[in-house]
Every structure is written in C-alpha cells, then in structure tokens.
C-alpha cells in the first residue's frame, strides 16, 4: 500500500494543476463582481453568484449563437454521418486500390492550413451566394469532420465480423441491404460516438465559423460570440467565462462519460 | 434470387466499393481539391479580394518572390517554426510525464487517467479565452501567484509584452495540445506485453534501465504518429493565438498561420495570402512526409 501512496499522491497534484484552468474559469464565472478585482483571489467561492449567467444569456445574443451552432454542427454531423459510413464502409469490406487510394487521400487533409482552405472556400462561397450563411460554415466543418468520421467507422466496421454479412447474402439480401439491416443495426455505439464527435469538432471550430460568418452577426456560432466579448472596451470576465462554461461544460461532461469511446476517435486514422 | 445474389459475386466488389466511396469522393472533391485547385491559381496572380470573380489575371510567381523577400513573411516562419519547437517538447514532455503516472498501479488511477486527458474538451477558443484571463495584467492569477512566491515583484503585463506574450500562447496551445499525447502514449504503454519487462528484471536491469530500454522504444511507433499531429496541429492553429493575441504585439506571435489570415481579411492581399498559405502547406507535407518514412523504415 505504502508503495501506491506516492504515485496517487503524484497523481492528485498532477491533475490538480493541470484541470486548474478549468476550476478558475468555473469560479469566475460564479464569482461575485468585487471579488474580480480583490486580491488575494477568491480560489473557493463561498458566495456564489449567477448574475452573469443571467446577462450572458438574457443581455446578449448566447442564444442565438447557441442555435447557431446547434443548427451548424447538426448539418456537418448529419452529412458526415451518410457519407463516413459509406466511405468507412467500403474501406472496411470493399477495399481494392481505387477505394485505398480515396481514403489515404482524406487522410491528407490533416495537413491543409485551416487558414489556406479557409481563402478559396470564402470566394466559393461568395460565388455561390452563400456566404456568411450556417451551411457555408456547416460545409467548411465537413473538410474536418468527413476524413476523421471515415476512418473512425472503418476502425468500428473492422471489428464487426464478416459472417454476418454472409449469412444475410445466403438468406437472400442485397449488400446494401445488408448494410443496412445488419451491419448499421449492430454498430450503433460506434455510430453514435463518430456523431458525437464530429458534432464536438464542429462545435469547437473557430477559424472557418470566423471568417465565413464574420459578416453577419445574427449567424454567429458561440466560439466567434465568445472571442468577440473580449474585445470590448472593458472586459467582463466572469460574463465571459460563464459564457465560456456554458459551452464547455456540456462537452466536459460528455468527455468524461463517453471517454474510452471518444479516445478511440482521437487515434482514429492515426494507426494508418 | 440470382440476380440479387450476383451483387456478391467477387467482379462486383470492386465497383461497390467505388459506388460506396463514390459520395465521400465527390464531396471531398468538392470541398478540399477544386478550392485547393482555387487557392494555388490565385496564388499565381496579383489578386486582391474585391477583384475575385472578375477575368482571371496573368500568370505570375510574385506572390512567391515577395514572401521570400518580405521581412514579416520570414518572421511569420521564424514565429511558427519557435512554437512547434517549444509546444511540441512540453507536449510530450506532459503528455508522456502523465501518461507514465496514470500507467502506474494506485487508488483512483481510472478516475487520473480520465482527468489528464480532460482539457482535450475544452473548445480551443475557450482554452484561450481562459489563459487569457489568467494572464491578465491588473487582476490575473497568475500574478498574484508569482507575486505571492516572491518571483515578479510588480504585476506584469503580460499580453503586451513580445516575449511575454509568446510564452502566454505557448502555455495555451501546449495546455490544449498535450492531452492528446497523454492519450496516445497511454495506449502504447499499455500494448507493452509485460513479459518484456519481466525478461528485463531477469537480466538484472534497474527501473531506470527498464524504461531505457524496453519503455521508450516500444513507444517510439506511438511517438512518431503523435509528433506528426502535434506539429501539424501547431502549424496550422490560428484560433488560440488569435484570440489571446491576435498576431501582436509587433508581431511577436503572428505565426504564419496569423500571417497568411491577416493578409486575406484584414488586407485584402487574397493572392499573396494563398502564396503564403501554399508554402505552409509545403513545409507541412514535407515535415510529415520525413517523419512518416523514418518510422517506417526504423
């Protein structure tokens, strides 16, 4: 016992320091006006206060910009979803030269600036005449989420054995038949954690969201609402870190609950 | 029945596998190729953003020979290339710290090892938002912290302050970055078979020796995948240096990142900034490219 007291001892320091940033955005968030600005800071709120909770959500648009992102990373999850499965699919049963080469080639992805993307898609999108609207954003989400989600259900199909399939080839299905009734039925927590991540991915996104929406304020998603609080003339920070729990919070704990199916989309694409 | 059972046949395969990642291409297509086709023509001519859509501009390398003669393009590169170095050591310096302490055998390790990995879930611009905050020049935490250990006698202000403010988004982005190598080096640690370790002990070798010889190296496949990510994730952020610093001041965290939206958006420069972005592409491929090949060869 003695032997495991020091690296649990280790352990909690550890965390404690690392999550502190966490902690101190909750509390400021909670904190009560005064105490902002008081030295030494308040680390454990005795009073705490949700008066900035009300403003954020009542004096300012962080509903809208919640629907905002809502609608935004629903469109990008739900067309990711369609198109990784098929393309996961195909890579995990139908594989020959032509479907590797497709999805090696999402892979690159990874590599492209966010910030070069980000140009030629802006004059698409202007071309288009959809700029600054939520499927603009919601289509820029796609180059993330796409290539990850393919990958992320191609590692979930390859865990699900192929006799199943050939039993309903024997009973008379189709392969796509097969797909359906079968495989999908079967891989369900696979398919609802590659959802919930790519809805956290494009939940997240800043750098597409900023530069596509910038000019429309009433379309703004909360990652651009909360960096556009900052730059007001004086800063209300506990305003901006209830803001900023209010969208953090939901994933934390979404994080905690589903962590070991989350974790299998982080390395997802990265064995390859 | 015999039609429907054809679709099986082995000649079949091969087309449904086209049909099935036919869509995916399509839109990928779409998406990333045409608009990259898009951004290496504009790159080639002197374009700004209001004249886009109009006749297409003659061919030019300009854009290329004015970043490479351009003072602020060469600090860009020199701001990127200081972050990767520095984010990517306390990364993995964290990242495999804490995994090698959740691998260990204690009370509450599950609970640990869900806990270093946590700021993984918060929003980049959160993350920020909230080193931002902390790094605050009247009321921050930190220098109250500093000040109260006796290390800065007057509060800094760290955000308006070149070196200051680099090392602010260093923190940040290693803050935001390092879980993920927490993660992947906790899976590689824990694909070690223990007999290798046991085979070692025989031999008479030391705990430090142990991890010499037998930990590092079986993390070394690990390793190289996360380097990769690592440093192409720091390539290309914009949205915490953004949002803590915007690039400033004078330019001291304008990452080519920074450089390459600045010039777009702010300046209009829509060419030059794809010349620009084209080169960062160019390093990235290049950095992953040699990566991937020695651990592959290794």
């Known amino acids: ?272 | 029945m015999a039609p429907r059972w054809s679709l099986w046949r082995p000649s079949a395969r091969g087309w449904l596998g086209i049909l099935l990642m036919g869509p995916s291409a399509i839109v990928v297509a779409f998406l990333i190729v045409y608009p990259l086709a898009r951004a290496l023509d504009l790159s080639f001519q002197k374009i700004r953003i209001s004249r886009v859509g109009a006749a297409r501009l003659p061919f030019t390398l300009d854009n290329y020979s004015r970043a490479l003669g351009d003072d602020a393009f060469w600090n860009a590169a020199l701001v990127s290339l200081a972050f990767v170095v520095l984010v990517t050591l306390f990364c993995f310096l964290i990242g495999v710290g804490s995994a090698l302490l959740v691998n260990q055998r204690f009370p509450g390790r599950r609970l640990a090892r869900l806990l270093v990995a946590l700021p993984w879930a918060v929003p980049e611009v959160v993350a920020a938002t909230i080193w931002a905050w902390m790094f605050d020049g009247s009321f921050g935490v930190i220098n109250w912290m500093l000040q109260s250990l006796g290390f800065i006698d007057a509060p800094v202000a760290w955000l308006s302050q070149p070196h200051q403010a680099f090392a602010v988004c260093t923190v940040a982005l290693v803050w935001s970055g390092y879980p993920f190598v927490a993660v992947m080096a906790l899976a590689g640690l824990q694909a070690i078979p223990g007999e290798l370790y046991e085979a070692a002990q025989m031999d008479g070798a030391h705990a430090w020796q142990r991890f010499w010889h037998v930990t590092l190296p079986s993390l070394r496949p690990v390793c190289a995948i996360a380097l990769v990510l690592v440093v192409l994730r720091v390539m290309r952020d914009f949205a915490t240096v953004f949002v803590i610093t915007g690039g400033g001041p004078v330019g001291a965290t304008r990452s080519l990142a920074i450089y390459t939206y600045e010039q777009a958006f702010s300046f209009f420069n829509i060419g030059y900034a794809a010349a620009v972005g084209m080169v960062t592409l160019l390093l990235c491929a290049l950095f992953s490219t040699l990566v991937v090949r020695r651990s592959v060869a290794a």
């Open chain 1, 1 to 272: 016992m003695r032997r495991q007291a020091l690296p649990a001892f280790a352990a909690l320091i550890v965390c404690a320091l690392l999550l502190f940033p966490i902690w101190w955005m909750l509390v400021t968030a909670v904190a009560q006006p005064d105490d902002l600005r008081g030295f030494p800071p308040v680390f454990f709120p005795t009073h705490p206060s949700f008066a900035a909770f009300h403003t954020i959500l009542f004096d300012r648009p962080m509903l809208r910009w919640i629907m905002n992102s809502s609608i935004v990373a629903g469109l990008s999850t739900a067309l990711t979803m369609v198109l990784g499965v098929l393309g996961g699919y195909a890579l995990s049963r139908y594989s020959s030269r032509a479907v590797r080469a497709a999805g090696m080639s999402v892979l690159l992805a990874k590599m492209i600036p966010t910030t070069l993307l980000v140009i030629p898609l802006y004059v698409l999108f202007r071309e288009y005449g959809l700029l600054a609207t939520l499927t603009s954003a919601a289509l820029a989400h796609c180059t993330v989420t796409i290539p990850f989600a393919i990958w992320m259900l191609k590692a979930y199909f390859d865990s699900i054995p192929v006799e199943l399939e050939e039993a309903a080839a024997i009973d008379g299905s189709t392969p796509l038949g097969a797909l359906w009734r079968i495989v999908l039925p079967v891989s369900l927590p696979g398919l609802g954690a590659t959802a919930l991540y790519a809805f956290i991915l494009s939940w997240n996104e800043f750098a597409f969201s900023r530069t596509l929406l910038f000019s429309a304020p009433e379309n703004w998603t909360v990652t651009i609402g909360i960096a556009s609080i900052r730059g007001e003339y004086i800063i209300a920070w506990n305003e901006i870190m209830a803001a900023s729990a209010i969208v953090a919070v939901p994933i934390i704990i979404v994080f905690l609950w589903l962590e070991r199916y989350l974790v299998v989309g982080l390395t997802a694409g990265a064995q390859k």
